[in-house]
């Protein structure tokens, strides 16, 4: 079975940046995984962030940005905003069948 | 302006049945795949379905394979998720989500139906 791993929680103050990341237990995460991030907030719906590694949604702040690093996928949150508290979980692509799409278990961001 | 409104919802008891539905408006559902992703209370977001623009190609995770059903009727802008033989660890908030454009990850969300199986 397919593990997607992402740090259980981070915590960073406002006006710093911090780095999330996404791992596959299948290997080294390329563009191929197709990997997305969404940020969810308490009682609410998750909200797409960034799709196919590196692109931001119309609505994404400038802020976030998605890239691939060391064999993961990544998201960078520079200039943090007190808003941004949230919990962030990222998507990847495992091709057309079954789990064809899996969430990493998700990062609590604490900015503090 | 793309809204996607989940119904069916409720409280069920292991081995019963529950069919979800999800009406879309703000666009054509022809044009795009659609998925249901399930959250487990105090849990995190699971992918449990997905399927495309018409109705050809299913995919499910493998904890849902041969109990739940995705379908979709694009005269009524629909998505629908029929779920048999529910056990105590389906019980979650179910969201229907569309695709951003070209591919099938969920990208427009709802706002979720709350599934409780429970005796």
């Known amino acids: 079975q397919t593990v997607v791993t992402q740090e259980p929680s981070l915590t960073v103050s406002p006006g710093g940046t911090v780095t999330l990341t996404c791992a596959s237990s299948?290997?080294?995460?390329?563009?191929?995984?197709?990997p997305n991030w969404f940020q969810q907030k308490p009682g609410q719906a998750p909200r797409a962030l960034i799709y196919?590694?590196?692109n931001k949604h119309s609505w994404t702040p400038a802020r976030f940005s998605g890239s691939l690093l060391g064999g993961k996928a990544a998201l960078t949150l520079s200039g943090v905003q007190p808003e941004d508290e949230a919990e962030y979980y990222c998507?990847?692509?495992?091709?057309?069948?079954?789990?064809?799409?899996?969430f990493g278990g998700g990062t609590k961001l604490t900015v503090l | 302006e793309v809204q996607l409104v989940e119904s069916g919802g409720g409280l069920v008891q292991p081995g019963g049945s529950l069919r979800l539905s999800c009406t879309a408006s703000?666009?054509?559902?022809?044009?795009?795949?659609m998925s249901w992703v399930r959250q487990a209370p105090g849990k995190g977001l699971e992918w449990v379905a997905n399927?495309?623009?018409?109705?050809?190609?299913?995919y499910y995770v493998e904890s849902v394979e041969g109990r739940f059903i995705i379908s979709r009727d694009n005269t009524k802008n629909s998505l629908y998720l029929q779920m048999n033989s529910l056990r105590v660890e389906d019980t979650a908030v179910y969201y229907c989500?569309?695709?951003?454009?070209?591919?099938?990850?969920?990208?427009?969300w709802g706002q979720g139906a709350l599934v409780t199986v429970s005796s």
């Open positions: 998507l990847l692509y495992y091709g057309d069948g079954q789990g064809s799409w899996v």
């Open positions: 703000g666009f054509t559902s022809t044009n795009f795949w």
């Open positions: 196919s590694t590196n």
């Open positions: 399927i495309n623009q018409d109705g050809t190609r299913k």
């Open positions: 299948t290997g080294a995460v390329t563009s191929g995984y197709y």
């Open positions: 989500a569309r695709a951003r454009g070209s591919g099938s990850e969920p990208c427009f």
